[in-house]
């Protein structure tokens, strides 16, 4: 995936929020799509919780090299939101720490029978298999589903 210098990369964890501005390229480097900073303060705002990897210094002062954000109420449902490695961090098992370290979280958060879902980019399934995460439909869920905005919703029936 990336060439040695990748590969050794030295990052430390942090969950202290990355900036909006931080957020804002790391998603640019994705080609996710451009946020403003209002929409990037609110949507790190409202995350159950962050993990960052920062580049070289201890204490997490760093350059962001990739982040993952869980959405939810903390205690029954939960949503991995972003995993995110810098395209310049990638290859050096970044994504793995990151994920551990979301694991840890749901361990200590998740209360039994708790809800923790994902949607996989096509072709990451496996990755978040080796995590404890199963496809679905093997169970209560189903198929997963997403809100395309493009269908008038049925009036509301208020008395």
Known sequence: MGDAGEADLSVVLSEALPTAQEYIALRD??????????????TLDAAAYTVCLRDGEAGGGGRLAGLARVMGDG?????LADLIVAPEARGGGHGET???????????????????????????????ERFGFRRTPDGPFGHGMRYAGDAKAPPLNRP
């Open 98 to 128: 990151l994920m551990r370290a979301v694991v840890d979280y749901f361990d200590r958060a998740a209360q039994p029978n708790a809800t923790i879902t994902l949607v996989a980019m096509p072709g990451r399934e496996a990755f978040y």
């Open 75 to 79: 205690t029954l449902y939960f949503f």
């Open 29 to 42: 480097a994705m080609g996710w799509g451009r946020l403003d900073e209002a929409t990037a303060r609110r």
